[in-house]
């Protein structure tokens, strides 16, 4: 397949799942071990504030985007970043591996709040060096691809982790996620650098100005900038709503462990992958725009999947089809979505400026997201999940305002093909 043939597929691949590993190991993965240690409830819940680090990763983004790496510097700036934090990340993972939240759960969560900081800083050059090394026809395939890797590392760092733990124990098992974090170091190696490098500046003024007002500036400059704000922080408060309940939704209608981890996870990781894949063809054959309309569309009313197995009752053919039809559309939403933050990037601030956007994007689930228990349990299980669906209406007016006066670059008539110049690249 020529898709294959051009290398950075198969780096974005690697990439992603680099990317993937650490996240559950500060969330469900890291959540799990506190339970199993005896740590209380409230104590445990207090663990999503070590996710914040994702949300506000645009604050240092300007050093990332502007700073030339201490380390690697041969590298280039995109992969001399990357192989600077990835060693530091595995070490990191290791290194959380060794505490004991039973004793010393203070020292647990701050060697975790290190890994969230790592992990998010290499999301920022992650996604820099996407965005500038493939052309806009590309975008889509290459965000597949990097889903993909992303979407397979929450499987080995969430389900294979505690597989590990059963039978080696904990630290074995952030050993197993700290190895697998090096792998997104050799696919560095064989990286092509993205053209293009920042001019010096000559004083701290002009590094402080070029590094943190510019790309700031140079965005609120466009027009309609606070409606794509409000549109990004927006378009996935209804998933976050939804997805934040689906465990003790699932628990209270009586499906077992083993259902909701061969369902759920097993099948739902796979229904999301194949959604991620059919979205980068969808903005290949639609463009972005029309390619986020239907998408979006679809995404929203996917959460009316959950009204129905909540009228269904204890239903597995029904659980298999809401999984399949909310996560199949989680995976092609985020293919137009993220292709579409992408080319609101300018290339001179790629990273300063994605981080912002993308960091927005995580606001619903660090923020609004904490009110969904309190609503689920005031509306009941079907008229909560009516709501999440309506919630997803003001993104959605927002969008088509967007796309009407803003539209971005429309897609090539064909499914776009890597010719051998663009993989000599």
Known sequence: MALLRDRRFLILLALGFAAGVPLPLTGFTLRQWFSESGISLAAIGLTALIGLAYAFKFLWSPVLDHAVPPMFRALGRRRGWLATIQPLLAAAILALGFTDPAGAAAATVAIAVLVAFLSASQDIVVDAWRIEVLEERAQGYGLACYIWGYRGALLASNAGALAVAE??????????????VLLGFLAVLAAPEPEGRIAEAATWAQRLRAAVVDPFADFMRRRYWLAILLFVALFKLGEALAGIMTAPFYRSLGFTRLEVAGVASVFGLCATLAGALAGGWVVARLGTGRALVVTGILQMLSNLMYVALAEAGRSMPMLWAQVGVENFTDGLADAAFVTYLSLLTSR??????????SSLAAVPLRTLGASSGWLAEGLGWSWFFL???????????????????????????????????????
């Open 167 to 180: 039978f080696a124990g904990w630290t074995a098992a952030f050993a197993m996620c700290a190895g697998l």
């Open 387 to 425: 709501l999440t669906t309506l919630a997803a209406l003001p993104a959605m007016a927002i969008m088509l305002f967007l796309l009407k006066r803003l539209p971005p670059p429309a897609a090539p008539p064909e499914v776009p093909v890597p010719v051998p110049d663009e993989m000599a690249r």
């Open 348 to 357: 001179a601030f790629t990273a300063t400026q994605y981080a912002l956007l």
